[in-house]
């Protein structure tokens, strides 16, 4: 064990695997060959510096970079033409979305690959390869696109009105697996209000949870936001999540389809939980042809439900048992 500074943040050993990505097997051997940095308290456990995670992190990364070049390269060939956003998802398993950004960028910029801006959208195809000859096929996925992008979001049941279909396939969730539904876009619980700081209110309304549920047999007061989008919720919505429901006494819930690794480390240090719902979830009608091709060719996770479906049954009795 090194020294550090002592008022540095650091975490624990179930945050540091998450953070990390590897197995509480991988994590302790480091420590038993001492190969990692650590503290150890008073009743026996491991902190982990942020420092120590943060070089791992990087040598994790520059490791991973140099492995997915190949890879990257290769699903741009084999895709023809490929779209920002449809690469990032397609290698989600493997990178973080910022991470194909920028291996994407260093390829471009040394040539290995060529790229070209067109309709608003950047694109990617091979260095053998002309624009012309898969400017068609870029043209197809851009209007495959389209038809996820613009399909309707609000929704409206039993004069009840939901900014997103997905939050009403959430509310049905919470309800059959045992969760009470207290309150639906709301600012205020058991006395308390929520009053933004005026230097970060934007224009529109103002923000609010979209749920607060209870779990009885935890006596446990959740309060959610849920972000259905491709992109990971971004780290200022995630902040003001947890300060709305700091100000209400309130366990902060996020539902949202991917989540990034530093948002798990968040919600870890103040006791939050997020749940990944892992498809972007839509309401039928969809074009049956469209869906095919969008989940197949462009690897675009498409969820089109009409009842809440299973997995996030699942999820919500996962957190159940967890607490």
Known sequence: MSTYDLSEETFSTHQTI??????????????????IRYLRTSTGRYRIPKSE?????KTQKQSVLKRMREVIIDTVKN???AYLREMQITLEDYLLHEDTDEVLSVLSES???NTITYEGNRWFFSKDTSWESIREL????KKLMDIYISHPRNYTRRGVIYDDYSEMLVEDALIKTGYVVVSKNTHYFN???YHQASELRRPGRRRDLDYIAYLKDKDLYFGMQIKNRLEYPKLEDVHLLIDICTTLDLVPLLVTRLS???IYALFGTIQGEVIQMKRYLLQPP???EAFSEITTVLRIPLGVYQWVPDFLLSRFRELREKL
Do not use: C, M, Q
């Not at 953070?19 to 060959?33: A, C, P």
């Not at 995670?53 to 992190?57: A, G, L, N, S």
């Not at 870029?138 to 996925?141: C, I, M, N, S, Y």
């Open 18 to 35: 998450e953070i990390l990505g590897v197995s509480s097997r991988t994590l302790y051997r480091w420590i038993n060959e001492d190969k």
């Open 53 to 57: 995670v943060d070089r791992i992190k």
């Open 79 to 81: 895709k023809g033409v």
């Open 111 to 113: 040539g290995e690959i």
């Open 138 to 141: 870029a043209e197809h996925k």
């Open 191 to 193: 006395g308390k209000e």
């Open 260 to 262: 990034h690794p530093r």
């Open 286 to 288: 969809f074009p049956k």
